[in-house]
């Protein structure tokens, strides 16, 4: 109703406007939220080989201290004057990269095959959460080995087909390595 004129106003009320604005900012915002939010799903995985050194030649270069194989075009030597024991190429070819990643992570010398809490991925980024990664006394390479990887494969389950970032980290926030690949 106006109030000068007293004649009732053809336009919706400022009070009942405001309450309709308010509750499409609302519905907004939640909107926002729930599409910007990223669902974690935790990730199948099995250990393959907990605790193997990879073969070197002397001046080789230093292997990564993760290494991610997608395919098995991908099964190749991780650096030069590096390369894989047959025990893990063997696993390695006989994989099925349809429906799994193979993943080798230096442990250096712990000799726990359960070393993994877990594996989660959240949007593009995989992290691969372990237990324990203190490495006491006695941490040492043998000439013509590296530092032992355990060597384990992930379920490829949900749609790939983009840069992944794998992440593998102790205690929570401890970063062990972390790489950048490409998962189809």
């Not at 395919?71 to 006989?94: C, F, M, N, R, W």
């Amino acid at each position: 109703m106006n109030m000068v004129t007293g004649k009732r106003s053809k336009f919706m009320p400022l009070r009942l406007m405001t309450k309709q604005v308010g509750n499409l900012a609302l519905l907004l915002m939640v909107c926002a939220l729930v599409t910007g939010c990223k669902s974690s799903q935790t990730l199948s995985y099995d250990v393959l080989l907990g605790h193997v050194p990879l073969e070197t030649e002397p001046l080789s270069e230093k292997a990564p201290n993760i290494i991610v194989i997608t395919s098995k075009d991908e099964i190749v030597p991780p650096a030069q004057g590096v390369k894989y024991p047959t025990t893990v190429s063997d696993l390695l070819s006989a994989l099925d990269y349809n429906k799994s990643v193979a993943v080798l992570f230096l442990v250096g010398q712990i000799q726990k095959d359960s070393i993994i809490n877990k594996i989660v991925r959240e949007g593009d980024k995989v992290t691969i959460e372990l237990n324990d990664y203190s490495i006491g006394p006695g941490n040492y390479e043998v000439q013509g080995f590296t530092l032992p990887y355990q060597l384990i494969t992930i379920e490829k389950s949900g749609t790939w087909g983009n840069n992944i970032h794998f992440l593998v980290r102790a205690n929570q926030t401890d970063i062990v390595a972390e790489i950048d690949h490409f998962v189809p």
